[in-house]
């Protein structure tokens, strides 16, 4: 089993409609999620980072089941522009005091957002 | 400010020869990551610094990788007698310390390269 999974999709998204999807994670000790978005050829940006009570910013919503294992994200009244591969991103360790700690990326949700 | 920065963009080599790739981390940022993602793939964690601590290579595929950093800042990924399998895009990231959820990690653009 991968320690962090996803649906690859794609998920093919009328313009304005709501899309979900999941990813699972295999270690329940993971302390940290995140949503990268990744644009073909391009480099992954930080889209959000999953809080335990789940957070929303603007049309995006994160959340978090930790006894399932696995966090979601919710894009309401896609854009064209939503188009892209959403990457799920876990730390896998435990809490360190340290910057910074090791991150495991799944391999990607593809969303094509069409007209 | 200034993002993380990296160079060459584009690295065109012969299989055999020797490769240098440069990360130049945001400012500040005491963690820094190399992973590699070819094709159509995911990423693949290679090797990643924190401060003064003893790297985690656990990532590197072959001891033809290597990686060093200096300080908290520049960092270098060297590829020795490369292969038409190491062709893919290189990314650097770093991260800081900020609140309860530190390990938000800023890419840089990438460095493809391609082994001929």
């Known amino acids: 089993r991968k320690e962090v999974e996803q649906d690859p999709g794609p998920f093919n998204v009328p313009e304005g409609a709501t899309v979900a999807f999941n990813c699972t994670y295999s270690n329940s000790a993971s302390q940290s999620f995140f949503w990268y978005r990744q644009d073909c050829r391009k480099e992954p940006k930080l889209l959000m980072s999953v809080y335990s009570s789940g957070n929303e910013d603007g049309r995006f919503t994160a959340q978090l089941n930790r006894a399932s294992q696995y966090i979601s994200l919710l894009i309401r009244d896609s854009k064209l522009s939503d188009s892209a591969t959403y990457l799920c991103v876990v730390n896998m360790g435990v809490p360190v005091r340290a910057a910074g700690n090791k991150l495991t990326f799944g391999g990607g949700t593809r969303v094509l957002v069409k007209p | 400010g200034a993002g993380v920065s990296q160079s060459p963009s584009n690295k065109v080599t012969e299989k055999g020869k020797d490769v240098e790739l440069r990360c130049d981390p945001i400012?500040?940022?005491?963690?820094l990551y190399w992973y590699r993602q070819r094709l159509g793939q995911g990423l693949e964690f290679l090797i990643y610094f924190q401060g003064n601590s003893a790297p985690d290579k656990s990532g590197l595929p072959s001891d033809r990788f290597s990686a060093e950093r200096t300080g908290e800042s520049v960092s270098t990924l060297t590829i020795q007698r490369t292969q038409q399998e190491d062709s893919a895009v290189y990314l650097c990231?770093?991260?800081?310390?900020?609140?309860?959820?530190?390990?938000?990690?800023?890419f840089g653009p990438g460095t493809r390269l391609t082994v001929t």
């Open positions: 400012s500040g940022h005491t963690a």
């Open positions: 990231a770093s991260s800081f310390r900020s609140g309860k959820y530190g390990y938000e990690q800023y």
